[in-house]
């Protein structure tokens, strides 16, 4: 079995996802938002690209709450932004989240035109999703959503700390890297792995978010295995897997 790792949704091709299973993260902070609604008792997350397509389904179906950022920001018209503490029982509990922002859905969605399975992956649940991956038996690909089309710390570093989880798993010699990018996920995850917040506030998206007041948020996006659930893609929405 191998794995490998794509770097920016904008990196996201079909032949580097048929018949793999994906893992698509946006440490900060759509994965760990999804992630937290859903164990915070949220029915589905449907992930969208624009806001104008949220908007529609609001139209549609005005039980659902719309949640999303863009520019780090509650987008007017909007319930909820992408805070994960926001998605907290009693304003997800039972509820449908249409969900947009500016890297994590699109990588999402772009992961899924391709991907044999898309699971949703975070420090939150990071032995968790690498369980359920490596039980597909299928290679790996852990998709980076990136920030705004660059190379972004916090998600490769992340993917780098799902990747040892797969090595305790699995056995250092049953998995494999499929390319360079994905031996330094791998080294960068161990850098990392025993205080995964510094990964966060040494990245330069993670430095923004602090300069905005959101370092509660980067708290709660650096816990490592908070959570044992598996959000998975599938027809439009994200669901935990059962």
């Known amino acids: 079995m191998k794995f490998d790792v794509i770097s920016t949704a904008g990196e996201i091709k079909e032949e580097r996802l048929a018949g793999r299973t994906a893992i698509v993260l946006d440490i900060l902070r759509a ?3 999804i992630v937290t609604a859903l164990a915070c008792g949220c ?4 992930p969208v690209e624009t806001v104008a397509e949220a908007l529609a389904i609001l139209e549609q179906r005005p039980d659902v709450i719309l ?22 029982q009693e ?3 039972g509820k449908v989240v249409v969900l947009t922002t500016t890297n994590g859905t699109r990588a999402i969605r ?12 975070s420090l939150l649940n990071a032995k968790a999703v690498a369980r359920e991956a490596l039980h597909t038996g299928r290679d790996i690909v852990l998709v980076c959503a990136g920030t705004r089309g660059e190379f972004s710390l916090e998600d490769t570093a992340a993917a780098g700390i799902i990747i040892k989880e797969l090595h305790n798993l699995s056995g250092d010699n049953s998995i494999f890297p499929g390319s360079d990018l994905a031996v330094a996920a791998r080294r960068l995850g161990e850098v990392y792995v025993h205080n995964p917040l510094q990964a966060l506030y040494d990245s330069l998206h993670g430095q923004k978010l602090a300069r905005m007041g959101l370092a509660a948020d980067m ?24």
Not at 43 to 46: F, P, S
Not at 68 to 77: D, K, M, T, V
Not at 110 to 121: D, E, N, T
């Open 219 to 242: 708290e709660w996006c650096a816990r490592l295995n908070y959570y044992d659930l598996v959000p998975v893609y599938q027809g439009g929405t994200i669901t935990v897997k059962h």
């Open 67 to 88: 949640g999303g950022e863009r520019e780090s920001l509650l987008i007017p018209g909007f319930h909820l932004c992408n805070s994960p503490l926001e998605y907290m």
């Open 91 to 93: 304003k997800v509990g």
């Open 110 to 121: 772009r992961a899924a035109a391709g991907s044999g399975q898309v699971l949703i992956g």
């Open 31 to 33: 994965t760990s938002t």
């Open 43 to 46: 029915r589905e997350v449907a």
